[in-house]
T-cell receptor, first 111, second 111 residues
Framework: DAGITQSPRHKVTETGTPVTLRCHQT?????MYWYRQDPGHGLRLIHY???????DKGEVSDGYSVSRSKTEDFLLTLESATSSQTSVYFC??????????FGSGTQLSVL | GESVGLHLPTLSVQEGDNSIINCAYS??????FIWYKQESGKGPQFIID?????DKRQGQRVTVLLNKTVKHLSLQIAATQPGDSAVYFC??????????FGAGTTVTVRA
Protein backbone atom coordinates (compact mmCIF):
# COMPACT_ATOMS: atom_id res chain seq x y z
CA ASP A 1 0.00 0.00 0.00
CA ALA A 2 2.37 2.69 -1.29
CA GLY A 3 4.71 2.53 1.70
CA ILE A 4 2.04 3.20 4.31
CA THR A 5 1.73 1.21 7.51
CA GLN A 6 -1.16 1.60 9.89
CA SER A 7 -1.07 0.20 13.40
CA PRO A 8 -2.80 -1.50 14.98
CA ARG A 9 -4.87 -3.21 12.28
CA HIS A 10 -7.59 -4.11 14.74
CA LYS A 11 -8.42 -2.75 18.16
CA VAL A 12 -11.20 -3.26 20.65
CA THR A 13 -11.48 -0.80 23.48
CA GLU A 14 -13.93 0.41 26.08
CA THR A 15 -15.88 3.64 26.18
CA GLY A 16 -13.95 6.41 27.89
CA THR A 17 -10.48 5.06 27.25
CA PRO A 18 -7.88 6.92 25.17
CA VAL A 19 -6.83 5.38 21.88
CA THR A 20 -3.98 6.27 19.53
CA LEU A 21 -3.71 5.07 15.96
CA ARG A 22 -0.45 5.35 14.11
CA CYS A 23 0.30 5.95 10.48
CA HIS A 24 3.84 5.54 9.21
CA GLN A 25 5.00 6.32 5.66
CA THR A 26 8.24 5.63 3.86
CA UNK A 27 7.52 7.84 0.82
CA UNK A 28 8.52 11.19 2.35
CA UNK A 29 5.22 12.72 1.18
CA UNK A 30 4.29 16.10 2.55
CA UNK A 31 0.58 15.54 3.10
CA MET A 32 -0.98 13.00 5.43
CA TYR A 33 -4.63 12.41 6.20
CA TRP A 34 -6.93 10.52 8.52
CA TYR A 35 -10.30 9.41 7.19
CA ARG A 36 -13.02 7.32 8.75
CA GLN A 37 -15.31 5.05 6.78
CA ASP A 38 -18.79 4.14 7.87
CA PRO A 39 -21.67 2.45 6.04
CA GLY A 40 -23.78 5.04 4.27
CA HIS A 41 -21.25 7.83 4.79
CA GLY A 42 -18.36 6.90 2.59
CA LEU A 43 -14.97 8.33 3.50
CA ARG A 44 -14.97 11.40 5.72
CA LEU A 45 -11.93 13.49 6.54
CA ILE A 46 -11.04 13.78 10.22
CA HIS A 47 -7.77 15.73 10.18
CA TYR A 48 -4.94 16.28 7.79
CA UNK A 49 -1.37 17.53 7.88
CA UNK A 50 0.49 19.62 5.34
CA UNK A 51 3.86 19.39 7.04
CA UNK A 52 5.61 18.62 10.30
CA UNK A 53 3.60 20.17 13.12
CA UNK A 54 1.16 21.64 10.59
CA UNK A 55 -2.31 20.17 10.88
CA ASP A 56 -5.88 21.19 10.20
CA LYS A 57 -9.37 19.92 10.87
CA GLY A 58 -11.54 18.01 8.47
CA GLU A 59 -15.30 17.63 8.40
CA VAL A 60 -15.62 15.26 11.37
CA SER A 61 -12.84 16.36 13.74
CA ASP A 62 -14.79 16.54 17.02
CA GLY A 63 -13.44 14.06 19.56
CA TYR A 64 -10.16 13.55 17.66
CA SER A 65 -6.73 15.11 17.83
CA VAL A 66 -3.62 14.55 15.73
CA SER A 67 0.08 15.10 15.91
CA ARG A 68 2.88 15.04 13.40
CA SER A 69 6.33 15.43 14.93
CA LYS A 70 8.13 13.75 12.03
CA THR A 71 7.47 13.63 8.31
CA GLU A 72 6.90 9.90 8.39
CA ASP A 73 4.48 9.63 11.32
CA PHE A 74 0.95 10.91 11.76
CA LEU A 75 -0.89 9.98 14.95
CA LEU A 76 -4.63 10.05 15.51
CA THR A 77 -5.82 10.17 19.13
CA LEU A 78 -9.26 9.62 20.53
CA GLU A 79 -8.99 11.27 23.93
CA SER A 80 -12.02 9.45 25.35
CA ALA A 81 -13.43 6.89 22.96
CA THR A 82 -17.19 6.70 22.39
CA SER A 83 -19.28 4.07 20.65
CA SER A 84 -19.92 6.49 17.79
CA GLN A 85 -16.22 6.32 17.00
CA THR A 86 -16.46 2.65 16.11
CA SER A 87 -15.34 2.71 12.51
CA VAL A 88 -12.66 1.82 10.02
CA TYR A 89 -9.90 4.41 9.99
CA PHE A 90 -7.74 5.01 6.95
CA CYS A 91 -4.55 6.94 6.71
CA UNK A 92 -3.59 8.45 3.37
CA UNK A 93 -0.56 10.24 2.01
CA UNK A 94 -0.03 12.58 -0.91
CA UNK A 95 2.98 14.23 -2.46
CA UNK A 96 1.15 17.29 -3.78
CA UNK A 97 -2.20 17.16 -2.02
CA UNK A 98 -4.11 15.79 -5.02
CA UNK A 99 -3.69 12.06 -5.58
CA UNK A 100 -4.00 10.25 -2.28
CA UNK A 101 -2.65 6.81 -1.50
CA PHE A 102 -4.33 4.89 1.28
CA GLY A 103 -3.17 2.47 3.92
CA SER A 104 -4.89 -0.82 4.74
CA GLY A 105 -7.02 0.61 7.52
CA THR A 106 -7.58 0.09 11.24
CA GLN A 107 -10.80 -1.50 12.44
CA LEU A 108 -11.69 0.12 15.77
CA SER A 109 -14.48 -1.14 17.97
CA VAL A 110 -15.52 0.86 21.03
CA LEU A 111 -17.65 -1.18 23.41
CA GLY B 1 -22.47 21.86 1.66
CA GLU B 2 -21.66 20.68 -1.80
CA SER B 3 -20.58 17.10 -2.15
CA VAL B 4 -19.79 14.38 -4.62
CA GLY B 5 -22.39 11.69 -5.13
CA LEU B 6 -22.91 8.58 -7.18
CA HIS B 7 -26.05 7.87 -9.15
CA LEU B 8 -26.50 4.23 -8.19
CA PRO B 9 -25.34 2.38 -5.08
CA THR B 10 -25.08 -0.98 -6.86
CA LEU B 11 -24.28 -2.25 -10.35
CA SER B 12 -24.43 -5.83 -11.58
CA VAL B 13 -22.47 -6.60 -14.74
CA GLN B 14 -21.98 -9.70 -16.85
CA GLU B 15 -18.37 -10.79 -17.15
CA GLY B 16 -16.94 -9.53 -20.42
CA ASP B 17 -19.36 -6.63 -20.72
CA ASN B 18 -18.40 -3.00 -20.29
CA SER B 19 -19.26 -1.25 -17.02
CA ILE B 20 -20.19 2.37 -16.61
CA ILE B 21 -20.18 3.92 -13.17
CA ASN B 22 -21.58 7.41 -12.83
CA CYS B 23 -20.90 10.24 -10.46
CA ALA B 24 -22.48 13.67 -10.15
CA TYR B 25 -20.74 16.55 -8.50
CA SER B 26 -22.14 19.90 -7.53
CA UNK B 27 -19.12 22.15 -7.00
CA UNK B 28 -18.25 23.95 -10.21
CA UNK B 29 -14.96 25.08 -8.64
CA UNK B 30 -13.61 21.52 -8.49
CA UNK B 31 -10.48 21.23 -10.61
CA UNK B 32 -9.45 17.63 -10.10
CA PHE B 33 -11.33 14.34 -9.97
CA ILE B 34 -10.23 10.86 -9.09
CA TRP B 35 -11.61 7.32 -9.04
CA TYR B 36 -10.77 4.71 -6.43
CA LYS B 37 -11.48 1.01 -6.19
CA GLN B 38 -11.93 -0.61 -2.81
CA GLU B 39 -11.97 -4.35 -2.34
CA SER B 40 -13.36 -5.93 0.78
CA GLY B 41 -11.08 -5.45 3.78
CA LYS B 42 -8.65 -3.21 1.93
CA GLY B 43 -7.96 0.46 1.56
CA PRO B 44 -9.06 2.45 -1.50
CA GLN B 45 -6.78 1.97 -4.47
CA PHE B 46 -6.13 4.66 -7.07
CA ILE B 47 -7.55 3.88 -10.53
CA ILE B 48 -7.41 7.02 -12.63
CA ASP B 49 -7.64 10.78 -12.31
CA UNK B 50 -8.55 13.72 -14.51
CA UNK B 51 -8.13 17.46 -14.32
CA UNK B 52 -10.90 19.89 -15.12
CA UNK B 53 -9.16 21.07 -18.30
CA UNK B 54 -9.68 17.62 -19.82
CA ASP B 55 -12.80 15.79 -21.03
CA LYS B 56 -11.46 12.28 -21.25
CA ARG B 57 -8.57 10.23 -20.02
CA GLN B 58 -7.76 6.61 -20.68
CA GLY B 59 -5.89 4.06 -18.67
CA GLN B 60 -5.52 0.34 -18.88
CA ARG B 61 -9.08 -0.94 -19.52
CA VAL B 62 -10.51 2.17 -17.87
CA THR B 63 -11.67 5.50 -19.20
CA VAL B 64 -12.82 8.51 -17.23
CA LEU B 65 -15.13 11.04 -18.84
CA LEU B 66 -15.77 14.49 -17.46
CA ASN B 67 -18.72 16.62 -18.51
CA LYS B 68 -18.37 19.98 -16.81
CA THR B 69 -21.53 21.34 -18.38
CA VAL B 70 -23.72 18.96 -16.41
CA LYS B 71 -21.18 18.28 -13.66
CA HIS B 72 -20.96 14.60 -14.38
CA LEU B 73 -18.10 12.15 -14.10
CA SER B 74 -18.10 8.56 -15.27
CA LEU B 75 -15.78 5.59 -15.11
CA GLN B 76 -15.92 3.03 -17.89
CA ILE B 77 -14.38 -0.38 -17.43
CA ALA B 78 -13.87 -2.41 -20.58
CA ALA B 79 -14.38 -6.17 -20.63
CA THR B 80 -15.27 -6.40 -16.96
CA GLN B 81 -13.56 -9.22 -15.09
CA PRO B 82 -14.38 -10.95 -11.78
CA GLY B 83 -11.48 -9.08 -10.20
CA ASP B 84 -13.30 -5.83 -10.93
CA SER B 85 -15.90 -6.63 -8.29
CA ALA B 86 -15.45 -3.93 -5.66
CA VAL B 87 -16.77 -0.62 -4.40
CA TYR B 88 -15.87 2.33 -6.61
CA PHE B 89 -15.60 5.86 -5.28
CA CYS B 90 -15.30 9.13 -7.09
CA UNK B 91 -13.75 12.10 -5.34
CA UNK B 92 -13.23 15.75 -6.12
CA UNK B 93 -10.65 18.31 -5.13
CA UNK B 94 -11.68 21.91 -4.76
CA UNK B 95 -8.35 23.63 -5.35
CA UNK B 96 -7.02 22.73 -1.92
CA UNK B 97 -5.35 19.72 -0.38
CA UNK B 98 -8.34 17.61 0.47
CA UNK B 99 -10.56 15.17 -1.38
CA UNK B 100 -14.32 14.94 -0.91
CA PHE B 101 -15.70 11.45 -1.55
CA GLY B 102 -18.98 10.13 -2.79
CA ALA B 103 -20.75 7.24 -1.06
CA GLY B 104 -19.58 4.61 -3.54
CA THR B 105 -21.04 2.14 -6.06
CA THR B 106 -20.76 -1.57 -5.42
CA VAL B 107 -19.99 -3.44 -8.64
CA THR B 108 -20.75 -7.14 -8.81
CA VAL B 109 -19.50 -9.14 -11.79
CA ARG B 110 -21.65 -12.14 -12.78
CA ALA B 111 -19.91 -15.14 -14.28
Amino acid sequence: DAGITQSPRHKVTETGTPVTLRCHQTENHRYMYWYRQDPGHGLRLIHYSYGVKDTDKGEVSDGYSVSRSKTEDFLLTLESATSSQTSVYFCAISEQGKKLFFGSGTQLSVL
Amino acid sequence: GESVGLHLPTLSVQEGDNSIINCAYSNSASDYFIWYKQESGKGPQFIIDIRSNMDKRQGQRVTVLLNKTVKHLSLQIAATQPGDSAVYFCAENINDYKLSFGAGTTVTVRA
